[in-house]
């Protein structure tokens, strides 16, 4: 039965410890050389020095812990020693090499690296420079467009205010005079108003506050109409609200839609102010068209964009959506229309730009310019920053030229392809320095190893008998404990047919001295009940006899069978302390140690046992078995209603010695052994958890064992 320790060969054992220990030594010196080295050649000595030395020390414990492995390739001490001997010379040439070319690989693949950081660094620079730059004109506009505004709106509220200190004049000079009339001194004031003009087309008008025009040089033929139900492009009662507005102040700012000379639509914004002439109840205003001051507006911000002299490279374009270009750092292109110019491979630039920018409102574009700013660049890739001014309709960008990127990679490419040779030649001359140290290290070591053979040797057979002796004695305890539990169940599976045979032999015994006490069915039956009940004690012998067999040969059994023989070795105990077992077990053959699978099953039918006698006796004690089969392997499941195992100690319970009974009660090598069987002999599994089920409509909270077979 393999219930021993899993043990290596003695043969491993020493390998493990000669080949950490000239491995371990091999570093040392590896790592002295290096820190001399690493003043001279810095960055390659630490990588080299640092994955030789994980790499030697990986090997090791590789090598070390696949045991399996381990004695396939070396099955006597002549081919260890010549591994120890020559393995690690070969590992370390071989590493080496491999390393050299890692590091090789690692430096080509810094120059790539170094260069894509180049070349990130350059466009996110440029991106952010260029971005800046667009918003900076943008919001130029905005702020120019706001002081025009502003100067407008001041002109016209200053001419209102002269026309209206005109008025006033004229009416403070007649009211004193004597033939003073109201008429005669409107139409004075008209006739003086109707000679204002400013703004090229701008002009003065009159309206009494019901409605009535009075003065409208713009379009005389509206002169001494009433407009008071008059409605502009937007459905505005324009009389009506002025009316509203001027009846709560003396002056205001207003916009409405009006038409243009040679023009009968009634669609064109104007911007005005109003102001009321309290003597005759009128109100003088003024006002401009919206479209001229944004034409005006334009001229002046796009003269201004054309005469800024920015750092080269920076530069901006300003194109309207039609394609005209209104701002360019080469002044010939302004006011063409470059909206169907190609290049060389037939894109339409400006067309995708103005698409990028009416689609996406801002944004980068990668392209390749139909303008070039310098004529000693070979390539005109760009990239440039778009954004849209959506209220003139205006795109605004900035961008920059991929050649001077691509003349820096190419720069950056040489610098570092030299560094890269010299670096390459360095790891090389450093490899092959400390591989022939470390080989010469390794060949002493190697030859040391030879003499310490011996002494590892004995040392590892008396640790090896130590252990062996050991896993013998835990085992022996295992079956004492079975022992003395078992010796219980006989004498209590022996009460019952000794009372029988005790009862019948005493019915015998007065029929011998009072004939004809019983009749002859009586005595037969007398008889039969002393024969099967010797067959009982003989069984029982025979089942306990066979559990301490110290046959280990594998044989074919049942499942059945075995919970069976289980049950009936510890039954009585079970009975004894009203425990119930409720059983589902599946026939299923299988091959293995059944007398070891008999003792596993008795531990823990033992230990439930154990725990469930603490319960009160009111209450209802049970062990639930199951077995089936799953796949291919044998489920054996036992579970009880003892409350489960604590948590603090669950992960423990199948650890040598470890016990939570009294020292007098129990040895803790029960479970141990059971899993050694189970793993060791069986090739398969056991677990412990708690579990809470129902059965009978109640609730239960109890430990479940689970044991998996292989059936193969």
Request: charged letters at 30%; a positive charge.
């Amino acid at each position: 039965m393999p219930l021993i320790i899993k043990l290596v060969d003695y043969n491993q054992l020493l390998f493990m410890k000669l080949t950490f220990t000239s491995y371990k030594n091999i570093c040392k010196v590896f790592e002295y050389f290096c820190n001399i080295l690493r003043k001279i050649y810095k960055y390659e000595v630490v990588i080299y020095s640092n994955i030789i030395t994980l790499l030697l020390i990986h090997i090791l414990v590789v090598t070390s812990v696949n045991e399996r492995i381990f004695l396939n390739i070396f099955k006597n001490e002549k081919s260890l020693l010549t591994f120890i001997k020559y393995g690690p010379i070969v590992s370390i040439i071989v590493f080496s090499f491999i390393i050299i070319q890692i590091l090789i690989y690692q430096k080509k693949q810094d120059i790539k690296q170094d260069i894509k950081k180049l070349e990130e660094n350059y466009i996110s620079h440029n991106k952010v420079m260029v971005e800046n730059l667009v918003n900076k004109i943008y919001k130029l506009i905005d702020m120019e467009r706001e002081f025009e505004k502003e100067d407008f709106n001041n002109e016209i509220k200053e001419e209102v205010q002269q026309a209206h200190a005109m008025a006033t004049l004229i009416y403070n000079r007649n009211i004193k005079k004597a033939n003073y009339t109201k008429d005669k001194t409107i139409e004075t004031i008209i006739s003086e108003l109707r000679a204002i003009k400013f703004n090229n087309n701008g002009y003065i008008f009159v309206y009494e506050m019901k409605g009535k025009n009075l003065l409208n040089s713009g379009f005389p033929e509206m002169e001494g109409k009433n407009l008071w139900n008059f409605k502009d492009s937007k459905g505005t009662l324009i009389l009506q609200d002025m009316y509203k507005i001027l009846s709560e102040k003396d002056e205001t700012f207003y916009s409405w839609y009006w038409k243009k000379a040679n023009s009968n639509l009634v669609n064109h914004k104007k911007i005005g102010v109003f102001k009321k002439f309290e003597p005759y109840d009128l109100f003088i205003g003024a006002g401009y068209y919206e479209d001229y001051f944004k034409e005006q507006t334009q001229k002046r911000i796009l003269k201004k964009l054309n005469s800024f002299e920015l750092k080269k490279p920076e530069h901006i374009f300003i194109y309207d959506l039609e394609g005209l270009c209104l701002v360019n750092p080469k002044k010939e292109l302004i006011g063409q229309n470059r909206y169907d110019v190609k290049t060389k491979d037939g894109r339409y630039i400006i067309r995708e730009l103005i698409d990028f920018a009416v689609k996406n409102k801002e944004g980068f574009v990668n392209y390749t310019s139909t303008v070039v700013l310098n004529d000693k660049l070979n390539s005109n890739d760009k990239i440039s920053f778009i954004k849209l001014y959506e209220d003139w309709d205006w795109m605004i960008g900035s961008g920059f030229y991929l050649e001077a990127l691509k003349k820096q990679i190419q720069e950056k490419k040489i610098s570092l392809l030299e560094s890269n040779n010299k670096s390459i030649k360095n790891i090389i001359l450093i490899g092959l320095l400390l591989t022939v140290i470390t080989i010469i290290i390794s060949s002493y070591l190697s030859k040391r190893v030879y003499i310490i053979f011996s002494e590892y040797k004995l040392k590892v057979y008396e640790k090896m008998n130590n252990v062996v002796e050991k896993e013998k004695l835990l085992v022996q305890q295992s079956k004492m404990a079975t022992m003395g539990e078992m010796i219980g169940s006989i004498a209590h599976q022996w009460k019952q047919p000794l009372s029988v045979i005790s009862m019948a032999n005493g019915l015998l015994r007065i029929n011998r001295e009072m004939k004809d006490f019983s009749s002859e069915k009586e005595i037969e039956d007398a008889i039969d009940d002393i024969e099967e009940s010797v067959h009982n004690l003989t069984q029982t012998i025979d089942d306990f006899r066979n559990f301490f067999n110290p046959n280990k040969q594998k044989e074919s059994f049942k499942s059945t069978d075995v919970m069976e023989d289980t049950l009936k070795l510890i039954n009585s105990q079970l009975r004894s302390n009203n425990i119930e077992v409720i059983k589902n077990i599946e026939e299923v053959e299988l091959l293995g140690l059944k007398n070891e699978l008999l003792q596993t099953l008795i531990n823990l039918l033992k230990n439930a046992k154990e725990e469930l006698v603490k319960k009160p006796s009111r209450e209802k004690r049970y062990i639930f078995v199951d077995v089936y089969k799953e796949e291919n392997s044998l489920i054996i499941k036992i579970k009880d209603n003892a409350n489960g195992i604590p948590n603090e100690i669950i992960n423990n319970i199948f650890d040598a010695y470890y016990t939570t009974k009294e020292k007098e009660c129990g040895t803790g090598i029960g479970l141990y052994i059971s899993k050694q069987i189970i793993e060791e002999s069986m090739k398969g599994k056991i677990s412990a958890s708690n579990v809470e089920y129902k059965y009978e409509d109640k609730t239960h909270m109890g430990a479940e064992f689970v044991i998996s077979i292989p059936l193969n």
